[in-house]
């Protein structure tokens, strides 16, 4: 079956660094997404990794390991706007989104 | 400004009533979606079309049903609405099938 594991809930400090980790078993891969949802809002679009590696933008990266089917999320120089789910989505063989309860991060001054 | 819109916002339904959720994107995109998001679970895929014309059935499509007459709207409609279709439904929309999707603001469906 296909599987998304995240933890479900995190705290941090504001000012400090985070990393969300993500371990996915998919039908097929084609790339993983992270997505930021604020409560009561929609999810909205963070990164996007398909080849092995970091990618970094601004405050945020996100890592890919297509042989360990593990991403994480780094978020740095913490803000109290950064309190908010974070989703972890792989992409699969049907190129259908595959979505994970999403860790719940806390964000304490 | 260019994006997705959903309507209603929220809405409390009787049981037994039929309710279509309306989706309009102005972006042009192929390929639409939607998602029902339940407390502590993961956003779940109901139906999607891949582009105009065209619809196919997602993880939970029982009790709902889409059309794509046209590239920039994807209805959902609910033929008899039960208490387990309580939920938030989100619709999204993307370039292509493997491209970001994006998601619009909501609908919080309440079924008594």
């Known amino acids: 079956g296909q599987n998304i594991d995240q933890p479900t809930e995190m705290t941090a400090t504001e000012g400090a660094i985070v990393q969300i980790n993500c371990t996915y078993q998919t039908s097929g891969f084609n790339g993983l997404f992270w997505y930021q949802q604020h409560a009561g809002e929609a999810p909205t679009f963070l990164s996007y990794n398909v080849l092995d590696g970091l990618e970094e933008k601004g405050r945020f990266s996100s890592f890919l390991s297509r042989s360990k089917g593990y991403s994480y999320l780094l978020l740095k120089e913490l803000q109290m706007k950064d309190s908010a789910s974070y989703l972890c989505a792989p992409l699969d063989s049907n190129y259908q989104l595959i979505w994970g309860a999403g860790t719940k991060l806390i964000i304490k001054p | 400004i260019a994006g997705i819109t959903q309507a209603p916002t929220s809405q409390i339904l009787a049981a037994g009533r039929r309710m279509t959720l309306r989706c309009t994107q102005d972006m042009r995109h192929n390929a639409m979606y939607w998602y029902r998001q339940d407390l502590g679970l993961g956003l779940r895929l109901i139906h999607y079309s891949n582009t105009a014309g065209t619809t196919g059935k997602g993880e939970v499509p029982d009790g709902y049903s889409v059309s794509r007459a046209n590239t920039d709207d994807f209805p959902l409609t609910l033929a008899s609405a039960v208490p387990s279709q309580t939920s938030v439904y989100f619709c999204?929309?993307?370039?292509?099938?493997?491209?970001?999707?994006?998601f619009g603001p909501g609908t919080r469906l309440l079924v008594l």
């Open positions: 999204a929309s993307s370039e292509t099938a493997e491209e970001t999707q994006y």
